[in-house]
């Protein structure tokens, strides 16, 4: 009688130790998984402000790309002036650099704000599917405006085969440079895009 009552409360005792156990697993897991999660929201709002940092950098550098100076065709000396405006590409990179800045500060104040209230930057799949949506349009066109500006950019420091217009990044060469920068930072914000949409879909895969 004495030895079943033994083996009954040791098992009684097993039995809370394997709840005790679970329930610490149960916990440190879940802690994991709070850790995990904080990395990636502190990841995507870094992705954001990297994004808007190159996004306005490219901005800043086209819109003030300008520049006067002389030219020498045909032995004549012939004045040039170059600005961002008078070429429809690089209008439309600053166009489409002005809406990625608004897209990514947007997004940013959204990620902060969830952030300083300790609440899930992605509150649902909704929310994930238009983010990423919204990453990639701007991907896209971030990738077409800095291509189109290249082609007219490499035109300008190439000059015109089989004629005599030259190379007109060397008297322009404060023009020309702002305006590499500028395409630079154009593909690095595509890129940060790019990433920051492939952030959404590790997400939506895992939940």
């Not at 940013?108 to 609440?119: A, D, H, P, Q, W």
């Not at 005599?164 to 023009?175: G, M, N, Q, V």
């Not at 920051?196 to 939940?207: D, P």
Request: glycine fraction near 6%; charge should be positive; hydrophobic fraction near 45%.
């Amino acid at each position: 009688m004495v030895s079943s009552r033994k083996t009954t409360s040791v098992e009684e005792e097993v039995v809370e130790v394997g709840k005790v156990v679970v329930e610490i697993n149960g916990t440190m897991k879940d802690a994991g998984a709070r850790g995990l999660l904080r990395k990636g929201d502190v990841a995507q709002v870094c992705l954001r402000v990297m994004c808007m940092v190159a996004s306005v950098t490219a901005l800043s550098f086209m819109v003030t790309a300008r520049e006067a100076s002389t030219v020498s065709i045909y032995g004549f000396q012939l004045p040039v002036n170059s600005k961002w405006s008078f070429a429809d590409s690089f209008e439309y990179l600053v166009g489409v650099s002005a809406a990625v800045v608004a897209h990514s500060l947007l997004q940013l104040v959204i990620n902060v704000s969830r952030l300083l209230r300790k609440s899930p930057l992605i509150p649902s799949r909704n929310h994930a599917w238009l983010t990423y949506a919204g990453d990639q349009v701007f991907a896209y066109a971030m990738m077409s405006a800095g291509s189109a500006a290249s082609g007219v950019s490499n035109l300008n420091r190439t000059g015109i085969r089989h004629t005599s217009l030259p190379d007109f990044c060397k008297p322009l060469h404060i023009f020309c440079d702002h305006v590499a920068i500028s395409i630079a930072c154009t593909f690095l914000s595509c890129l940060l895009l790019a990433m920051s949409a492939i952030q959404n879909v590790i997400w939506l895969s895992n939940n």
